[in-house]
């Protein structure tokens, strides 16, 4: 099964600021029809996760756009230009490719 | 507006059975598959397991194959997920997913508790 690696595990950020969280993949996960399945949540405190992005950098609709998606083959990013106050809470990223199963990663932290 | 609405969780001992429901509104459910994904507490999330929008395919994670089995009634907008022999480690909140292919679990339910303990 894919295993995805998410680093930091936790990210103190400030205000205004940018912040990056990475997903490594221990394979590619280009799908055999050329496209790239992978998902990044957000689950706000005492919330369920909700989609922010879907193939890699595509945003969900009522996402803001200081939120964006990057990478390929094995290495993604998930990128918060300016954080918000809105913004803490633990992120996921998910593959779809070699499903199944579906596969999150640990989950990072994002905290004021 | 879409709302998925879980139930059926609780406590229960080890060895014992729970059937969760998860009851859609608000868009076509027929259209889509759905996944059951659970959390335990102050953990990350483990996909559960799939039943495609006609009721196939199915898949289940290993830790949970042979013991919980996924269902949907389409007469009652429902998904369902019967697990058996429960352990200790089913203990989570249990979440319900919209799946809709390219952009899998694009919406949530709210969860339900299950608690596994003597």
């Known amino acids: 099964d894919v295993v995805l690696t998410q680093t930091p595990l936790s990210s103190p950020v400030t205000l205004g600021q940018p912040a990056s969280i990475s997903c490594r993949s221990s394979q590619s996960l280009v799908h055999s029809d050329g496209n790239t399945y992978l998902n990044w949540l957000q689950q706000r405190p005492g919330q369920p996760p909700r989609l922010l992005i879907y193939m890699v950098s595509n945003r969900i609709s009522g996402v803001p756009d200081r939120f964006s998606g990057s990478g390929a083959g094995t290495d993604f990013t998930l990128k918060i230009s300016r954080v918000e106050a809105d913004d803490v809470g633990v992120y996921y990223c998910?593959?779809?490719?070699?499903?199944?199963?579906?596969?999150f990663g640990q989950g990072t932290k994002l905290e004021i | 507006e879409v709302q998925l609405v879980e139930s059926g969780g609780g406590l229960v001992q080890p060895g014992g059975s729970l059937r969760l429901s998860c009851a859609a509104s608000?868009?076509?459910?027929?259209?889509?598959?759905f996944n059951w994904v659970r959390q335990a507490p102050g953990k990350g999330l483990e996909w559960v397991s799939y039943?495609?929008?006609?009721?196939?395919?199915?898949f289940y994670a290993d830790s949970v194959k042979g013991r919980f089995t996924i269902s949907r009634d389409t007469a009652k907008n429902s998904l369902y997920l019967q697990m058996n022999s429960l352990r200790a480690e089913d203990s989570a909140v249990y979440y319900c997913a919209r799946d809709r292919g390219t952009r899998p679990f694009d919406s949530w339910g709210q969860g339900t508790l299950v608690t596994v303990s003597s």
């Open positions: 608000g868009f076509s459910f027929t259209t889509y598959a």
């Open positions: 998910l593959q779809a490719t070699h499903f199944p199963p579906y596969s």
């Open positions: 039943i495609g929008s006609g009721g196939a395919p199915i």
